[in-house]
């Protein structure tokens, strides 16, 4: 290009080269002038979006007319190269300027007021610069004393890793793409975080490089992106006074109060801050920086005695204020341990967790009469009665407001919320459980994402509507499920667990309303709760504990101290799937027992327990063999952590082991006749199916492999079809047959737009039943098979894991925790299906295949429950816990 004529402009030389434009010095021939050319680079000139920018920085550099702006001379194109013509520029950035020593206050404040000004008016133009750094300031004029401001090409590109018009310079800084943390550098929180940005983003970037100019450092320091983010967000760099003490005292207000976090709490307009720089630069409130050294010993020895007699006042407050503490409350410093409980008749409902309110004052818990649902309750905690809600039937895991009048809970598949002063309750969205509140009216709760019907988070307000989603689970990660969200005090970053098979994915996770970046905090397999001002409470193998938390930099401190021990829990001690506790700042509530173990558990049509079957320990998956004689079930192993699949016989009590390989085989399923049993396998580090025979002889045989994720469902009565479940890429469930004869080749029977699961064939194989997402909530359907001629509705409220009864009279489901019956009649190729209605309530696993199983008969239903405790549960309430935390 050297030598080449562009219209009436002849390249000079090449001054520099970014990711997105290469600028060269060139001489206007007309008018005998030097400029600056600048093209968008061969690299994205057939580029939209690039080259849509590169005429927004045009339009909008050319509205402007300022003596500290690059002025824009002409735009044009050449040969299908779009170009500006820019003001050509001598001297040096600023950036480079700082590389060397930072300024003199004195010439550091003339420098930013004409700064400011020309960002002023930028902003009076109704634009956002969204790219203020040191290399984008350009030093000219004699001394360098005049500023230009540079570089307008970042429009709502605020991640963009290079600039499109780093302008003409001799400087050798401009941005190469990919070379990000420099922009990073002066960003502010909003930016980093993709919300909105105005001015006040601007005003952010603009105190961090006038710290730089004062100090040479730089106001925020990272050794790498992430941790660079991390102290934008939550850091506050050193006052400039302590390290240039020469520097304005008053200085450090105008500066801090640029870097405010909250764009509420800076300096409203450019404007505003150039007159507060100007009154600085005047000598404001003793700002001048030139002293003389008589009154600089003055000021040094009155400065000693304010701060002697201000210590000394400080020091006598505080000795009045601990005698007043241990004089007149010496109980505030001792654990005080009482417990709680239901009004009589209600007892704790299937151990639901309680909710201990912020302002810790009051409890909620729900608990229910013996043959009636569960209720909303609230215990004050200085009052010896509970109070029962009004319209709470089938509540279950509350959580409170902010102000600790207002109560969110689930029942019948919605998310709820009551206040404490009367009303009925009012319905906000379709919820599952999970819930927490933050001060601006946001609440955040789990639900199933109505496309690949797992558990994620969602959001709604106050006013209800429809909720939106706000987390997604990673299908190459194995994550089955989100839930338990918790909000941190900001009340825009969240903390949440999630479910998955892999030990690394699984754990508690820091996510914000405002950005997709996502933080593993720590393992975990339950809920967790923040306590103000800075610690986590979780469950660790049965017990409480305790660890030290920095919200701001989401990182864990210490070590974790013990609060409790044998706290009760839904799952085996260590894989629990909710812990029953709540802790605010020193008030914690738990109910006492243990995590498990778990028992299979026979269940009479009215909930009863009718006893149990084999030894206590972790299951999933059970399944009854035809003759419904012998049990097969995938049991935990506690020392490996991986499951095999055992044979328990009803009649005998005895227990053998079905399958040896070290890798996870899970998920049972009989064939028609009894003799053989197909399962899946994770043995050769993905989900493959295997056959083995009933009686343990013989090796297993491979069935079907392939590298997309699939578990057994059920055997059809025919013995022609295997069924299974597969995870597409996208998360999405359908379920496929695997034909026992012939090519063997595996084919979709249900599939669609949402996830399709549990689908158990009747006896007679003409209909098969199924959960879809398909009207946003889990809906159990049946339909014919093979050929789908009709399709019927079988849940109302919500349902998932269907069941047949034996002779296809009646198909059992889940609501919730609640076991639903509906009664069913065929006709021909028709079906007539009544209304459901409610067989019993019980602390049923939500996780995994067959969470119950019906007998032939369906007057009897094995199920996997915690082994029943005796006596009548309560809950612990322990008052100034926090007292035995030690840092």
């Not at 983003?201 to 710290?211: K, P, S």
């Not at 026992?740 to 595996?746: H, L």
């Not at 459901?836 to 019980?842: D, E, G, S, T, Y």
Request: glycine share 10%; aromatic share 8%; proline share 7%.
């Amino acid at each position: 290009m050297i030598g080449k004529s562009i219209s009436q402009y002849r390249i000079v030389e090449k001054l520099g080269e970014g990711g997105m434009g290469v600028v060269y010095k060139a001489e206007d021939t007309r008018l005998g002038r030097p400029v600056a050319l600048k093209f968008l680079s061969d690299a994205v000139t057939h580029d939209r979006e690039a080259l849509e920018r590169f005429q927004r920085e045009a339009h909008l550099i050319s509205s402007l007319n300022h003596p500290h702006i690059c002025s824009l001379y002409d735009v044009g194109e050449t040969d299908g190269q779009h170009y500006l013509v820019m003001e050509y520029l001598e001297g040096e950035t600023l950036a480079a300027r700082l590389e060397r020593k930072p300024l003199e206050p004195t010439e550091a404040l003339a420098l930013a007021q004409q700064v400011g000004d020309a960002l002023d008016q930028v902003h009076r133009r109704g634009m956002v610069h969204r790219d203020m750094k040191p290399s984008n300031i350009m030093l000219t004029g004699p001394k360098f004393a005049r500023a230009k401001l540079l570089d307008f090409g970042l429009a709502k590109m605020a991640a963009t890793s290079g600039s499109l018009s780093e302008l003409a310079t001799r400087s050798d800084t401009i941005t190469s793409k990919g070379s990000i943390v420099g922009t990073f550098q002066y960003m502010a929180p909003e930016q980093l975080e993709g919300k909105t940005v105005d001015a006040r983003t601007d005003i952010f970037a603009f105190g961090a490089v006038l710290y730089e100019m004062m100090t040479g450092q730089k106001a925020f320091h990272g050794e790498s992106q992430a941790s660079l983010i991390s102290a934008i967000l939550t850091a506050e760099p050193p006052p400039v006074s302590s390290v240039q003490p020469v520097a304005p005292p008053a200085l450090d207000r105008a500066i801090q109060k640029c870097l405010a976090k909250d764009p509420a709490d800076r300096w409203q307009s450019a404007g505003d801050l150039v007159s507060e720089l100007k009154w600085i630069a005047e000598g404001g409130s003793q700002a001048g920086v030139v002293v003389t050294a008589a009154a600089q010993s003055r000021m040094s020895m009155r400065l000693l005695w304010a701060i002697v007699v201000v210590l000394g006042l400080a020091v006598m407050a505080l000795l009045a204020v601990t005698w007043t503490h241990f004089r007149e409350t010496p109980a505030a410093r001792h654990l005080v341990r009482f417990t709680v409980g239901p009004p009589p008749p209600y007892i704790l409902s299937d151990l639901d967790i309680p909710a201990l309110a912020p302002d810790g004052t009051k409890l909620a818990f729900t608990a229910r009469m013996p043959d009636g649902p569960s209720m909303l309750i609230v215990r004050e905690l200085n009052s010896l009665e509970a109070k029962v809600i009004p319209g709470t039937a089938g509540a279950s895991t509350p959580f409170w407001s902010p102000d600790s009048q207002q109560l969110g809970f689930f029942a019948g598949g919605k998310l709820k919320k009551v206040g404490l002063a009367g009303g009925p309750p009012v319905t906000l969205a379709d919820g599952f459980c999970c819930g927490t509140w933050n001060r601006d009216g946001v609440i955040l709760f789990t639900a199933l994402d109505p496309t690949t019907r797992s558990l994620q988070i969602h959001r709604t307000g106050l006013e209800g509507g429809m909720a939106a989603q706000v987390t997604r689970a990673d299908p190459s990660r194995s994550e089955s499920g989100i839930r338990w969200p918790v909000f941190l005090p900001d009340g825009r970053r969240f903390l949440y667990l999630v479910n998955s098979s892999q030990p690394d994915a699984q754990g508690i996770y820091a996510a914000s309303l405002d950005s997709e970046l996502v933080t593993r905090i720590m393992p975990a397999t339950a809920n967790v709760a923040f306590v103000p001002p800075d610690w986590l409470v979780f469950p660790l193998g049965g017990q409480l504990m305790a660890q030290a938390f920095d919200w701001k930099g989401l990182r864990l401190g210490g070590e974790a101290v013990q609060m409790a021990e044998g706290v009760a829990g839904r799952g085996m001690p260590g894989s629990e799937i909710a812990t029953y506790f709540s802790a605010v700042t020193d008030a914690l509530a738990y109910i006492p027992g243990t995590s498990g173990p778990m028992a299979l558990t026979w269940l009479g049509r009215k909930g009863n327990r009718l006893g149990t079957v084999g030894e206590p320990g972790e299951f999933s998956g059970p399944a009854l063999s035809p003759n419904e004689e012998i049990l097969a079930v995938a049991r935990r192993d506690p020392a490996t952590q991986t499951r095999d699949i055992w044979l328990i016989d009803l009649k005998r009590g005895t227990e053998s082991r079905l399958t040896f390989d070290p890798a996870d085989d899970f998920n049972p399923a009989w064939s028609p006749n009894g003799s053989h049993i197909a399962f899946t396998s994770a043995r050769k580090g993905k989900r493959d199916i295997y056959e083995k025979a009933a009686s343990g002889i013989g090796d297993e045989k491979l069935l079907l492999s392939s590298e997309i994720e699939k578990n057994v469902e059920y055997w059809s009565p025919d013995d022609r079809l295997l069924l299974f479940n597969v995870r597409l890429d996208s998360g999405l469930k359908q379920v496929w047959a695997l034909p026992r004869e012939g090519e063997r080749k595996p084919f979709a029977i249900l599939s669609g737009p949402v996830s399709v699961q549990s689908s158990p064939l009747s006896a007679d194989g003409k209909f098969i039943a199924y959960q879809s997402a398909e009207s946003k909530r889990l809906e159990i359907f049946i339909q014919n098979f093979p050929l789908a001629t009709d399709r019927w509705q079988i849940s109302t409220a919500g349902g998932t894991s269907p069941q047949w009864r034996s002779d296809g009279k009646e198909l059992f489901y889940l609501q919730g925790s609640t076991l639903m019956a509906v009664d069913v009649k065929v006709n021909g190729s028709r079906l007539e299906r009544g209304i459901p209605h409610v067989l019993f309530k019980a602390p049923f696993t939500v996780l995994g295949r067959n969470l119950f199983v019906p007998s032939r008969d369906g007057q009897k239903f094995l199920a996997i429950l915690n082994v029943e405790q005796t006596g009548t549960p309560s809950i612990t309430v322990e008052l100034n816990w926090m007292s035995r935390l030690k840092r």
